[in-house]
C-alpha cells in the first residue's frame, strides 16, 4: 500500500519501539539478579522511580516528537507548494521557534510520551505479581513460580512497547498536524483508515470522511455498538493507524463527500457544505 504524505512514518514508530527497548534491557539485566519473583517486582516497582531511568525516558520521547515535528513541517510544505499556498505557510514555518502553541504542543506531548515509558516497569511489576498470584492458586510451588516468571519477565514488556509506540506516534503526529493547520485556519481534515484488512469496523466506516478539528467523532458510536472510547481525532486511540489529512484546498476534495457533524455522518454537496463550514 502506497504510503500517504500525512500518514505517520513506520521507521519512526520502529526507531520509537527500539529505543524504549534499549532502555527496557536494564529489566532483562534484573531479572537475572535474583530467583525471588517478588523481589523482581519490587525492583521494577523502584526502577519506576529512578532519576536515571526516567531521564532515559524524557530523552527518548524528546528525541521521537522532535524527529515527526521535523517531518510533520516538511509535509505540510510540501502540501503548501502543490496548492499555491507555499508562501503562507513557509511564513509560518519560519514563525514556529517563537510559536507558543506549537512549542505547548510539543512539550505536551514529550512528557505524556515520558510518562508512558516511565509506566512500564510498574505496569510489568503488577503484571508480575497478579501471574504469581495466578501460580500460587493453582498449587504452584516457589521453586517452580520462580523459574516460570524467570522465563517470562524479560519479554513482560514487549507487548506494552509496541502498543505505547504505534499509538504515541500515530497521536503525536495527528497532535502536531492539528496545531497547524488551526494557526492557519485549516479547520477540516479528511479521516483516513490504514486501508488494509485490520481497520476496526468503526474506523472502516470514518474512511474519507470530513471532520472538523473542533468536533472529534464517536466511531464506535456511529458504528451502533454499546461500547465505546469517547470521541477522538484519527490516530488517537490505542492502537490505531489511521491518520488526519488536512483539507489544504477544497479544489482537492470531491463533492458530493460524508461530512461528521451533529453527531452524525451525512452525504452533503459543496454548496451545504459551504453553508455550515
Same mark, same amino acid.
Given at each position: 500500500?502506497?504510503?500517504?504524505?500525512?500518514?505517520?512514518?513506520?521507521?519512526?514508530?520502529?526507531?520509537?519501539?527500539?529505543?524504549?527497548?534499549?532502555?527496557?534491557?536494564?529489566?532483562?539485566? #534484573?531479572?537475572?539478579?535474583?530467583?525471588?519473583?517478588?523481589?523482581? @517486582? &519490587?525492583?521494577? +516497582? *523502584?526502577? /519506576?522511580? !529512578?532519576?536515571?531511568?526516567n531521564s532515559m525516558c524524557e530523552d527518548v520521547a524528546t528525541r521521537m516528537v522532535t524527529?515527526?515535528?521535523?517531518?510533520?513541517?516538511?509535509?505540510?510544505?510540501?502540501?503548501?507548494?502543490?496548492?499555491?499556498?507555499?508562501?503562507?505557510?513557509?511564513?509560518?514555518?519560519?514563525?514556529?521557534?517563537?510559536?507558543?502553541?506549537?512549542?505547548?504542543?510539543?512539550?505536551?506531548?514529550?512528557?505524556?510520551n515520558a510518562r508512558q515509558i516511565k509506566s512500564l516497569p510498574l505496569t510489568v511489576a503488577?503484571?508480575?505479581?497478579?501471574?504469581?498470584?495466578? #501460580?500460587?492458586?493453582?498449587?504452584?510451588?516457589?521453586?517452580?513460580? @520462580? &523459574?516460570?516468571? +524467570? *522465563?517470562? /519477565?524479560? !519479554?513482560?514488556?514487549?507487548?506494552?512497547i509496541n502498543t505505547i509506540a504505534r499509538t504515541e506516534v500515530s497521536k503525536t503526529q495527528?497532535?502536531?498536524?492539528?496545531?497547524?493547520?488551526?494557526?492557519?485556519?485549516?479547520?477540516?481534515?479528511?479521516?483516513?483508515?490504514?486501508?488494509?484488512?485490520?481497520?476496526?469496523?468503526?474506523?472502516?466506516?470514518?474512511?474519507?470522511?470530513?471532520?472538523?478539528?473542533?468536533?472529534?467523532?464517536?466511531?464506535?458510536?456511529?458504528?451502533?455498538?454499546?461500547?465505546?472510547?469517547?470521541?477522538?481525532?484519527?490516530?488517537?486511540?490505542?492502537?490505531?493507524?489511521?491518520?488526519?489529512?488536512?483539507?489544504?484546498?477544497?479544489?482537492?476534495?470531491?463533492?458530493?463527500?460524508?461530512?461528521?457533524?451533529?453527531?452524525?455522518?451525512?452525504?452533503?454537496?459543496?454548496?451545504?457544505?459551504?453553508?455550515?463550514?
Amino acid at each position: 500500500m502506497k504510503m500517504n504524505k500525512w500518514q505517520a512514518l513506520k521507521r519512526i514508530e520502529k526507531r520509537y519501539i527500539n529505543s524504549i527497548n534499549t532502555i527496557f534491557k536494564q529489566v532483562e539485566f #534484573l531479572s537475572q539478579t535474583t530467583n525471588d519473583p517478588t523481589k523482581l @517486582a &519490587n525492583m521494577l +516497582k *523502584a526502577l /519506576s522511580t !529512578n532519576n536515571y531511568f526516567n531521564s532515559m525516558c524524557e530523552d527518548v520521547a524528546t528525541r521521537m516528537v522532535t524527529h515527526i515535528n521535523r517531518e510533520v513541517g516538511g509535509t505540510w510544505k510540501d502540501a503548501a507548494i502543490q496548492v499555491g499556498r507555499g508562501n503562507e505557510i513557509y511564513k509560518l514555518l519560519m514563525k514556529e521557534i517563537s510559536n507558543p502553541t506549537l512549542s505547548l504542543a510539543i512539550s505536551e506531548k514529550i512528557q505524556e510520551n515520558a510518562r508512558q515509558i516511565k509506566s512500564l516497569p510498574l505496569t510489568v511489576a503488577n503484571d508480575l505479581t497478579d501471574e504469581i498470584r495466578k #501460580l500460587t492458586f493453582q498449587g504452584k510451588r516457589s521453586e517452580e513460580i @520462580a &523459574n516460570i516468571v +524467570k *522465563a517470562k /519477565s524479560p !519479554n513482560l514488556a514487549e507487548r506494552y512497547i509496541n502498543t505505547i509506540a504505534r499509538t504515541e506516534v500515530s497521536k503525536t503526529q495527528s497532535a502536531l498536524v492539528q496545531v497547524r493547520a488551526e494557526e492557519l485556519g485549516l479547520n477540516w481534515y479528511i479521516w483516513r483508515d490504514s486501508g488494509d484488512s485490520r481497520v476496526r469496523k468503526s474506523h472502516g466506516i470514518m474512511e474519507g470522511v470530513l471532520v472538523n478539528w473542533k468536533d472529534p467523532p464517536n466511531p464506535e458510536l456511529l458504528e451502533g455498538v454499546n461500547h465505546t472510547y469517547g470521541n477522538y481525532h484519527a490516530g488517537c486511540i490505542f492502537n490505531c493507524r489511521c491518520y488526519a489529512e488536512p483539507v489544504v484546498s477544497w479544489n482537492l476534495v470531491k463533492f458530493p463527500c460524508k461530512v461528521h457533524v451533529y453527531g452524525q455522518i451525512i452525504n452533503m454537496s459543496k454548496k451545504e457544505f459551504m453553508a455550515i463550514a
